[in-house]
């Protein structure tokens, strides 16, 4: 879904949990997007993406004009690919400006277009163009990691689809598995198994969320084969089990 909103004066909007992930490019004007206390301003040419889950307000203190979007997130986008904004822990703004933004403004615009055409269902090209959005935030914030060239690279690898053999992520980096491990855990605070289990399961929140598909499928998606083993770890890390969580998120939202 994908809408476009004028505020032509101050104005504070609250907005409860939602189920999806969220993003705003502002268009004109300025404003700011509160998340679970925390303040990000907007100006022209920002897009910001915000986690599902969280209360979240806008407020503005005159002009401002934007696209707004709510989207799943696909197995082929993992949230480990995201890098929160400073204070606001759930929420990834950058910025846009010349070709880019133009990039920008008119995938939305198009989408947004395709959205009213087709209000009463999903407009798959309209999806593909905001998933086409997503992507350049994504690379955006590649492009800008804080992280050692070779982790950088090891992150990509170990965020792709299928299994992921280590020893291979640490050979393509040109280091030692030993001096790979080491300098992983320096740079993000967690081995690299450890960081790839947790962004599978953060896009298992997702699917949880954001679908109806069972639990096998889900573990299917994410390249897990045995669903036993999925809940297993997905409760290792949460303290909840799959379904105890799609449950409560559920009711959270009703």
């Known amino acids: 879904m994908v809408g476009?909103?004028?505020?032509?004066?101050?104005?504070?909007?609250?907005?409860?949990?939602?189920d999806r992930w969220g993003g705003l490019f502002t268009l004109e004007g300025e404003g700011a997007i509160e998340l679970d206390g925390a303040s990000l301003p907007l100006e022209p040419g920002d897009l910001v993406l915000y986690e599902p889950g969280h209360r979240h307000e806008f407020y503005s203190p005159g002009l401002w004009r934007y696209y707004w979007f709510h989207f799943p997130l696909r197995p082929h986008i993992s949230p480990g690919r995201f890098r929160h904004s400073g204070s606001v822990p759930s929420a990834m703004k950058v910025h846009f400006d010349g070709g880019e933004q133009s990039k920008v403004r008119e995938a939305l615009e198009e989408a947004?277009?395709?959205s009213l055409i087709s209000a009463d269902r999903v407009n798959p090209l309209a999806m593909l163009l905001v998933e086409s959005t997503v992507q350049r935030v994504c690379d955006r914030l590649e492009r800008t990691s804080p992280y050692d060239p070779r982790?950088?690279?090891?992150?990509?690898?170990?965020?792709s689809e299928g299994a992921v053999d280590m020893d291979s992520v640490a050979a393509s980096c040109g280091m030692?598995?030993?001096?790979?491990?080491?300098l992983f855990?320096?740079?993000?605070?967690?081995?690299?198994r450890r960081f790839r289990e947790k962004a599978l399961m953060e896009q298992a929140k997702s699917l949880l969320i954001c679908t109806d598909l069972s639990l096998r499928r889900i573990a299917m998606q994410l390249g897990i084969s045995d669903p036993f083993y999925f809940s297993a770890r997905f409760k290792a890390l949460t303290g909840e089990s799959p379904s105890a969580f799609r449950n409560r998120r559920g009711e959270k939202n009703v």
Do not use: V
Request: aromatic content about 12%.
């Open 185 to 192: 855990r320096l740079e993000t605070g967690c081995s690299p």
């Open 4 to 18: 476009l909103t004028l505020h032509p004066a101050e104005f504070r909007f609250a907005q409860q949990f939602t």
């Open 176 to 182: 030692s598995h030993t001096a790979f491990y080491n």
């Open 151 to 159: 982790i950088a690279k090891a992150r990509k690898m170990l965020l």
């Open 112 to 114: 947004h277009e395709l």
